[in-house]
C-alpha cells in the first residue's frame, strides 16, 4: 500500500456521542497516524474528535482497525467505533455482510449488522470475554475489568464533576496501571439500570464508552449489583449490554451514526 502526506479524505461518526474521524485506508494509508490523530482530534485547530480510526484490509478479518486516542496513543479495542465501522463498511458498499469479523489488537471481533432497507439502524459487537480483578490499594475501591483494553471501574453514591475531572485524571496515571486505565464511576440505579460517566485513556472525559459501558456492567455483576444484562446510561445516549452466562462473552448493542464527510489538510 501507498502512503501519502496529500489531503486525507475523512467521516465523521458518532456512537452514543463518542466520536472519531474515520479514514478509508484500504488502498492509502496516511502517513504517521498518532501525528494525524492529534491534530485532527484538536477541536480548535483541527476538526475536533475523541480520536482516529483507520479502517484497513487485514489477513484474518473481513476488516482492521487501528484505533488513535486524541492524545496519539494507540488503543486495543472501542466498542463505538466497532460499531461505527460496521455501519461505514456495509452502507459506503465496502461488503455486503450483515456479520463482520473485524481485527483489532484486542484480537477479532464479531460485528452483528441489524439491516433494514440497506441502512444499519444498529451493531452489536461481541466483545469476548472479560478478565476481572478488584484493586483495594487506591483511595477507591475499584474492580478493573480487561476488555481487550483496561478499564477501572468505581460505584459512586453519586457521580459528580469532582469525581471525574479531578480523580478521573490521578486514576489514569495511578502507578498501579503500568500502562495507565480508562476510569469508569458508576452509579446502580437499580439491577437493570446504571448510569456511569468515564475518563478515557488519552482523551479525557467522552460521552461515552462502549468497552467503559461493558467493563461497568462486568463489575457490576460480579459486585452482585446488577443482572447480566442493563441499560448503561452515558452522556451520550445509552448502550444495551448483556454479559451471556454460557459463553461469557459480553454484548455490546448500539447506535452509529454518521456526520460529516470532508477532505482534511495535514500541518
Not at 467505533?81 to 464479531?110: F, N, Q, W
Not at 478499564?151 to 459512586?156: D, G, K, N, T
Not at 460521552?207 to 443482572?227: F, S, W
Request: overall charge negative; charged content about 25%.
Amino acid at each position: 500500500m501507498v502512503k501519502s502526506k496529500k489531503k486525507v479524505n475523512f467521516t465523521k461518526m458518532q456512537g452514543a456521542g463518542n466520536d472519531y474521524i474515520y479514514i478509508n485506508a484500504m488502498d492509502t494509508i496516511p502517513e504517521n497516524l498518532p501525528l494525524l490523530s492529534r491534530q485532527i482530534s484538536d477541536r480548535h485547530f483541527g476538526i475536533g474528535s475523541d480520536g482516529l480510526v483507520a479502517i484497513m484490509p487485514s489477513d484474518t478479518a473481513d476488516f482492521r482497525m487501528r484505533m488513535f486516542n486524541a492524545d496519539g496513543s494507540e488503543a486495543e479495542m472501542c466498542g463505538n467505533a466497532s460499531r461505527c465501522i460496521g455501519k461505514y463498511v456495509y452502507e459506503r458498499g465496502l461488503t455486503d455482510k450483515r456479520t463482520i469479523t473485524l481485527e483489532t489488537l484486542a484480537g477479532i471481533k464479531m460485528l452483528l449488522l441489524d439491516v433494514e432497507d440497506g441502512v444499519v439502524n444498529s451493531v452489536t459487537v461481541d466483545m469476548g470475554e472479560p478478565e476481572i480483578n478488584i484493586v483495594d490499594g487506591l483511595e477507591f475501591a475499584v474492580t478493573a475489568v480487561s476488555m481487550g483494553n483496561p478499564h477501572a471501574v468505581i460505584f459512586c453514591d453519586e457521580i459528580t464533576d469532582e469525581l471525574v475531572l479531578c480523580h478521573g485524571p490521578k486514576l489514569e496515571s495511578d502507578p498501579v496501571f503500568p500502562n495507565k486505565s480508562n476510569i469508569e464511576f458508576a452509579r446502580i440505579i437499580d439491577r437493570s439500570h446504571i448510569q456511569m460517566r468515564v475518563w478515557e485513556r488519552g482523551t479525557g472525559e467522552t460521552l461515552a464508552c462502549g468497552t467503559g459501558a461493558c467493563a461497568t456492567l462486568v463489575a457490576a455483576v460480579v459486585n452482585g449489583l446488577a443482572d447480566r444484562t442493563a441499560v448503561v446510561h452515558l452522556l451520550g445516549g445509552d448502550l444495551e449490554i448483556r454479559w451471556d452466562e454460557n459463553t461469557n462473552h459480553v454484548y455490546l448493542k448500539g447506535g452509529a451514526e454518521f456526520v460529516a464527510d470532508g477532505n482534511y489538510y495535514p500541518l
